[in-house]
Every structure is written in C-alpha cells, then in structure tokens.
C-alpha cells in the first residue's frame, strides 16, 4: 500500500470545529473506527492502491448549477418519471432547493430539508445511530454537504418513478460525499431510480450514502444504475430499515466505473417483511467491481432473496459477499442467496463469498456460487441450428442477464436495460453522452411533473 496513512489521510478531511451535533457521533464512530482493515471480509479486495493515486479535494461550497444544461441520459421511451438532478454532489434547481408537490410528497435538497423539517429528520436519524456503519458511511455522514431528500406521505401510492441523476463533471481530482435519505410512510408505494453518470474523464472519488426507512405495509423499489468512467472510484452504501408487512424490490446495474464499490444492508425489523436484492455486473478492462450484502433478519416470519449474476472480460476482477443473518429469534425464516458468474478469459477473476449465521431453528435458508464459462454444448447447440459463434455467445450472456433484468418492475426501463447490456456485451462504450439511441437534452431545470 501507498506510504500514507490512510486513516490519518481521510481523518484529515474532517472539520472538527465546524461540526455540527448530528455529525458528531459519525465523527467520533470513524475517528474511533478508523478505515477497514485489510482482514475485513467486504474490503479484503478493494484496491487501496488506486485510491491513494491520486491527493483528493473535497469540494465544500456548491456553485451556480442552477444555471448550467449537460446532456447527461439516453431517452427511455415510454418512460415518464420524476427528475432530479445533481452535480458533483449538490442538488441542482431552478430556486426550488425543495419541491413540494400538492399530494404531499417532498423530494430535493437534503440540505434544505434539514432547515425545513429537520424534526422529522430527527426522527430517523435517531434509528440510524442505532446500528454499527462501515468507515465510508460514517466519513459520508461527516463530510456531506447535500444530497436527495424524499418523502412519501401516509397512504400515497406515487403514480411515477422518482429519478435521480448523480452526475460528475470536474476538471479537479474531487472528493464527493452525499447522504440521502428516503422516508416512505405507512400504506405507500415508491420506484425510485438512482444514476450515475461521468461527464468526463477525470478521477473523482464518490461516496454515497443512502438510508431508506419503510414503515407498515409500505412497497419500496429501488433501481441503481452506474455508469461511470474507468478513472472514477464509485462507493455506494444503501441501508434499509424495514417495519412490518414490507416488501422491497432492488436491482444493481453495474455497466462502467474503474473502481465500484456497492454496499446494501437490509435490516428486517417487522413480521412478514420481504426483500428481494438482485444485480448485474458487466465487467471488463481491470475494473474492479465488488457487491456485498448483508441482511439481517431480526424477527420472526421474514424472506429474503438474493441473485447477483456478473460477467467478467479481459482481466477485470468482480467481489461479490453475500451475507445471512438470523438472530435466535427469528423463527420461520425464509432466506436464499444465489451468485453466478461467467468468466470469458482465463485473466478475468472472481472472488465469491456467500456464507450464512444462523442462530435460530425453524428456518428454511440457502446460499450458493458458480464461476465457470460460457456452456460448449449449449454453444454447439446454437450452432447447430445455424447460428455464428459470436451470437451465439450473446445470446447466452443475454439470457443470462435477463435472469436478473426480470425482477425489475418498469417494463420500459427493462427494455432499456436490455439495450445497454447488449451495447456493452458487444463491446460498445454506453457512457450516456455518447449513447446514439435517443437525443433528449436533461436541462438542470426542475419543472413540476404532471401529477
């Protein structure tokens, strides 16, 4: 590893004059904590060397944004949903850091929010210190400056997605933290669709936290799209918080970015809540990409499923931890866990950990991994039947894809999806703004959708 100490570097960036009373615990949790060590299971093939390359700003005062047009999305045809944008970690608006929408629902600056309901935010802060953070997620809570606020009122099931754009457009080596939060009441429904997205080819390093609280009988999915350059380090830690009678739905896109570092922690909190964790991974050059997942089921009567399928070219390298956690009271359990990977040359790598902790009896639980190559037979079946090699080889990587794709709820964003990866498989760069399948302009502009 790089002479810096990496503990004294990142501890270097934190105010310890100007923090304020919620940021102190974080503070005080990673001063105390420190960076993971190399022997931590989720960090033990993360590329600490990449990271300290290069000497990081972090960037503390946004600027005029609000003013600013970037094309930054491919248009999803059929699709229409609520759009949000930011850039280099602040939220982008015409002078409406908060839009209110006139059924309640409130999405915008989490800045903002914090001066206007910051009651409510109390609230939930409050749950989250409750529960043991990674290093990365503490040094977030301490060093945001923004982020995405949203919040779905009792009994509302919003007709639309809510799309957040995370863009990054800098000619500084910038240091971007964000903390969003998610609340979504009793009785509501919400498909939120997370991006993001490199403008340019500078290394930035991005970390991103993101805390979702779902009270009673609440339905949350929740779609994470990267798309970044091969320069950037992308760290994204999702934290879920689910009450009684909940079902979650997730899918984690992974398409470009140097280094990716995804983190999801599902914490079953209700009876008959329900998550379902599901990913896709295009791997190639030397990206480095890792997927680790803990749920823990904390009471009685809970299901999860996860299916993580990754495929792997050139000499890149993909981590994938899944993990099961059932405390001794969580009986009638239901709990599964599912990793495949196709490796497409013998220098692409794999490294899969999916491991259970039970300590209950009346369970039904499962986990398993497969690395190994596109299937021959199936090929020469292919073949058989007058199709060339190389379709033949796509059309296997397609359906494999498809086995996750499924599990999205957005038929037009499914079919979007399907668009890239056959992009990506055959070999295209997809950053958006280069992407030749549609010409809509995103304008950092806020216009109240139609309700």
């Given amino acids: 590893m790089n002479n810096i100490d990496i503990n004294n570097y990142f501890a270097s960036f934190i105010p310890q004059k100007l923090l304020t009373e919620d940021k102190k615990k974080f503070a005080q949790q990673f001063l105390e904590k420190g960076m993971p060590s190399p022997k931590d299971e989720m960090w033990k093939h993360f590329n600490w060397e990449y990271l300290l390359n290069n000497t990081y700003i972090a960037q ?9 047009k970037i094309d930054v999305q491919c248009n999803v045809h059929n699709f229409d949903a609520y759009l ?29 929010a914090k001066q206007q309901y910051g009651f409510l935010l109390d609230k939930y802060l409050q749950v989250s ?4 953070h990674s290093s990365f997620f503490n040094l977030a809570s301490v060093l945001y400056q923004d982020g995405f606020f949203i919040y779905i009122p009792k009994g509302l099931h919003l007709k ?5 754009i995370n863009a990054v457009d800098t000619e500084t080596k910038l240091f971007i933290n964000t903390k969003n939060i998610v609340i979504v009441e009793t009785d509501t429904s919400l498909q939120l ?21 779902i009270a009673p009988n609440a339905h949350f999915d929740y779609y994470k799209m990267e798309n970044k350059d091969n320069n950037s380090i992308l760290i994204n830690d999702l934290t879920l918080y689910q009450s009684e009678n909940t079902q979650v739905n997730t899918c984690t896109n992974v398409f470009n970015g140097g280094l990716v570092h995804n983190t999801i922690n599902s914490h079953l909190l209700g009876a008959n809540a329900e998550i379902k964790l599901n990913g896709l991974s295009l791997v190639d050059k030397e990206q480095n990409i890792s997927n680790c997942l803990s749920v823990y089921h904390h009471v009685p009567q809970c299901k999860s499923q996860q299916l993580y399928n990754s495929i792997i070219d050139d000499k890149a390298h993909t981590h994938f931890i899944g993990h099961i956690f059932v405390a001794p009271d969580a009986q009638k359990t239901e709990a599964y866990q599912v990793n495949h990977n196709i490796l497409l040359t013998d220098e692409a790598t794999i490294h899969t950990n999916p491991f259970l902790e039970i300590y209950a009896d009346d369970v039904k639980c499962s986990h398993g991994a497969t690395v190994g190559q596109l299937d021959n037979d199936a090929i020469f079946y292919l073949r058989s039947r007058g199709i060339c090699e190389k379709n033949a080889k796509m059309l296997l990587m397609h359906a494999f894809a498809k086995e996750v794709l499924d599990n999205i709820n957005i038929p037009s964003l499914v079919d979007y999806i ?21 010409n809509k302009t995103i304008h950092f502009d806020f216009k109240m959708p139609e309700l």
Avoid: M, W
């Fill in 60 to 68: 503390k005062e946004d600027v005029e944004y609000n003013k600013i």
């Fill in 84 to 112: 949000f944008s930011f850039l280099n970690g602040f939220y982008v608006h015409n002078n409406a850091p908060l839009t209110l929408f006139p059924n309640g629902v409130v999405v915008g600056s989490l800045r903002q």
């Fill in 129 to 132: 210190q409750n529960y043991q």
């Fill in 160 to 164: 639309n997605p809510i799309q957040i």
């Fill in 193 to 213: 669709i997370d991006c993001n997205e490199s403008i340019n080819q500078e290394q930035t390093l991005s970390n991103h936290v993101t805390e979702v609280f």
């Fill in 418 to 438: 399907e668009s890239l990866v056959e992009k990506r498989l055959s070999g295209q760069h997809i950053r958006c703004v280069n992407c030749k399948c549609a």
